[in-house]
């Protein structure tokens, strides 16, 4: 059975910083991409980040570069979202994604991020 587990989400106050961590388990997670996205109240889900399978390449939302960063341990089936200089803007639900093709696809259940002072 596959999943996803995210956790590391909360109420942080600008300028402040998380690190999201999603456990995997029940598919081959090295051979697999692994996401990040997000989603705010009314809005569409957005690609925040993304890890190559190795973690050798990675690509990242403008509104994010140079404040987040993705990273993976193939080894422990996590992925990373180390979020700095938090912005109110940033507050949404966080998504994990575990992407091979249009079938081997799968999602978590997300983890709340909320920034405000």
């Known amino acids: 059975q596959v999943r996803l587990v995210e956790s590391g989400g909360g109420l942080v106050q600008p300028g402040g910083s998380l690190r999201l961590s999603c456990a995997a388990s029940?598919?081959?997670?090295?051979?697999?991409?692994m996401n990040w996205y997000r989603q705010a109240p009314g809005k569409e889900r957005n690609l925040v980040a993304a890890?190559?399978?190795?973690?050798?390449?990675?690509n990242y939302a403008d509104s994010v570069k140079g404040r987040f960063t993705i990273s993976r341990d193939n080894a422990k089936k996590t992925v990373y979202l180390q979020m700095n200089r938090l912005e109110p803007e940033d507050t949404a639900t966080y998504y994990c994604?575990?992407?091979?093709?249009?079938?081997?696809?799968?999602w978590g259940r997300g983890t709340q991020v909320t920034v405000s002072s």
């Open positions: 994604n575990a992407y091979s093709d249009r079938v081997r696809n799968f």
């Open positions: 029940g598919f081959t997670f090295d051979s697999y991409t």
């Open positions: 890890s190559g399978s190795a973690g050798e390449s990675t």
